[in-house]
């Protein structure tokens, strides 16, 4: 019998692009998870196979190089695999399947989700343990370093510390601090697929990051998430109005995270953060460019609906997901009124 594990992906609820620049960020698990099986074997061989791809990538034990071609899809695992190794840990020959019904390139997390799961399964399967944040930083360097990802710290971490029911506060200001607060009785997310691919290494977030560091050298901070609104607002004007855009929304998401983490520790007027999503996406539009017109079609069409109470994007945009937040009962006729609304019924990635 293979040992298996699952890990969930996560939807950002709010703090957009905050993550590797010092600020702040609410994220919920997903329900979907991905799964990831390991059998060991007496050959010395590391090979990889999945329920989406047909066919298998093998490997001899021993360094791994990243796959490429028809193969590349394979290195999460193989970079999972490098990186336990690397760290002294090392299984002998293994065969490891992937499974789970997370959606795959949906702005889900479901590359770190993956990440984070190969390695559990293998310490697992070896009688070792790592600490969770330990492996979430593993998992970001397979990310960035195996695959040629630049994504930040948010994904693997979220990940690795979500638990199913609980949303996460993660804060970046200097070691990341991690808090949980119970999703909002009667409340759901609503994550939709705008339709648009998102594709991390094709899109422009590498050329955002950097416009965020020039900013933040601009303004003399080390990092933008460092300041808050009114602190950026006096400072704001030496940038070139670029830059000034880009600084505002990470600025502004993190305070919005805050204005969030308020009414959640209050137990207060949860329908509040259906406003906040609005503005997120309204920044992303505006000032970090980060939507795509098939997103912002399909969150007007949301805010068009009644019992929505606010619509974004979620992740790094250019394409990917978009989010809606309904309570709990108003879910089917939220449903039903999409489905009746003339346009194509978007596809229903996951209920949170
Ligand atoms: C992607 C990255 C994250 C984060 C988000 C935007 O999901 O992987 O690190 O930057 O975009 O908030």
């Not at 770190?112 to 697992?124: K, W």
Request: proline letters at 5%; one cysteine or more.
């Amino acid at each position: 019998m293979p040992t298996t594990v699952s890990v969930p992906g996560r939807v950002e609820v709010l703090g957009n692009h905050t993550d590797y620049n010092g600020g702040r960020v609410l994220v919920a698990p997903t329900r979907r998870v991905v799964t990831v099986g390991l059998k060991t074997t007496t050959n010395r061989r590391v090979t990889v196979s999945s329920d989406a791809i047909r066919g298998g990538v093998w490997r001899p034990l021993g360094a791994l190089e990243p796959a490429t071609g028809s193969d590349a899809w394979a290195n999460y695992v193989l970079g999972a695999v490098e990186i336990l190794r690397v760290e002294g840990i090392e299984l002998g020959g293994m065969r490891i399947h992937v499974s789970g019904d997370l959606p795959i390139g949906a702005g889900l997390a479901s590359s770190a989700a993956l990440c984070v799961a190969t390695m559990r399964v293998i310490l697992q399967t070896c009688g070792r343990r790592m600490p969770s944040r330990r492996l979430a930083a593993c998992a970001q360097t397979v990310e960035t370093d195996f695959v040629g990802v630049p994504v930040g710290p948010l994904d693997p971490l979220s990940c690795a510390l979500g638990r199913p029911g609980r949303l996460l506060r993660l804060d970046f200001t200097r070691e990341p601090r991690v808090e949980r607060v119970a999703m909002p009785r009667g409340w759901n997310i609503l994550i939709f697929d705008s339709g648009q691919r998102h594709a991390l290494v094709s899109s422009q977030y590498a050329q955002r990051r950097r416009e965020c560091t020039a900013a933040a050298r601009a303004l003399g901070v080390p990092k933008l998430g460092l300041l808050r609104p009114t602190q950026f607002h006096r400072r704001a004007p030496a940038l070139p109005a670029k830059l000034r855009r880009r600084a505002r929304h990470v600025v502004m998401e993190s305070a919005r995270v805050d204005a969030a983490w308020r009414i959640l520790g209050r137990g207060g007027a949860a329908a509040g953060i259906g406003a906040l999503l609005n503005a997120s996406h309204r920044s992303s539009q505006d000032d970090f460019e980060n939507s795509h017109a098939a997103v912002d079609r399909l969150v007007a069409r949301l805010r068009a609906v009644s019992g929505v109470e606010g619509a974004r994007l979620t992740g790094g945009g250019f394409g990917g997901a978009v989010i809606g937040w309904v309570r709990r009962e108003n879910v089917p006729r939220v449903l039903a009124q999409l489905a009746a609304d003339g346009g194509t019924l978007p596809r229903l990635l996951d209920l949170v």
